[in-house]
């Protein structure tokens, strides 16, 4: 049993269109995150959701909007995808809010290509 | 506000070499500090975790001590294997700066046989 899944593990679009990534977790875990990481490996968090409320919002562009229906998912829609846009796209999950002594549990990660 | 500092790669080692990956963090509370391990095409993995001062965090033959004295966290291990080939990050995380984990910029770990 995967305790934090992505949907899709690749996806390769076009400019312009509108993609959506799926994560869910089955840890009974209160927070989720969405973490993107460049092509140099570097990883900067997006959105953090606690129990279907945000409650972290990085500088990110508002084509990015994270929804989280209960707390066991937290999906990703991106707007007019851009070239930019392209990365390794990571769900991860902790049991309290912000992670603690506990660290995360990741998600094997969604890399979009955007041609 | 916190961050995490480690060594640039790659680190290229032989079988059997001793690895050290330096780790320092800045942080405005009593941090936890972990290692995580991304093997190739995968997620992060977590190695190992410290969560206050002299703590060793260690698994599968990997060690971190946490200094505090020294605002460090250095991954050892004493024979790397080819299998150990991957990317590792240091990262800290602190309630009190309400922030999410924060990770160093990765380090890429290549070892040969």
């Known amino acids: 049993d995967t305790a934090v899944s992505q949907t899709p593990k690749y996806l390769v679009t076009q400019m312009g269109n509108d993609k959506s990534i799926k994560c869910e977790q089955n840890l009974g875990h209160d927070t989720m995150y969405w973490y993107k990481q460049d092509s140099k490996k570097f990883l900067k968090i997006m959105f953090s959701?606690?129990?279907?409320?945000?409650?972290i919002n990085e500088t990110v562009p508002n084509r990015f909007s994270p929804k989280s229906p209960d707390k066991a998912h937290l999906n990703l829609h991106i707007n007019s995808l851009e070239l930019g846009d392209s990365a390794v796209y990571f769900c991860?999950?902790?049991?309290?809010?912000?992670?603690?002594?506990?660290?995360?549990?990741f998600g094997s990660g969604t890399r979009l290509t955007v041609v | 506000g916190d961050s995490v500092t480690q060594m640039e790669g790659p680190v290229t080692l032989s079988e059997e070499a001793f690895l050290t990956i330096n780790c320092t963090y800045t942080?405005?509370?009593?941090?936890?500090l972990f290692w995580y391990v991304q093997y190739p095409g995968e997620g992060l993995q977590l190695l190992l975790k410290a969560t206050k001062a002299d703590d060793k965090g260690s698994n599968k033959g990997f060690e971190a001590t946490y200094r505090k004295e020294t605002t460090s966290f250095h991954l050892e291990k004493g024979s790397v294997q080819v299998s150990d080939s991957a990317v590792y990050f240091c990262a800290l995380s602190d309630d009190q700066a309400g922030t999410a984990l924060i990770f160093g910029k990765g380090t890429t770990l290549s070892v040969s046989s």
């Open positions: 991860a999950s902790s049991p309290t809010e912000f992670g603690g002594r506990n660290g995360y549990t």
């Open positions: 959701y606690n129990n279907k409320e945000l409650i």
């Open positions: 942080a405005t509370g009593y941090p936890s």
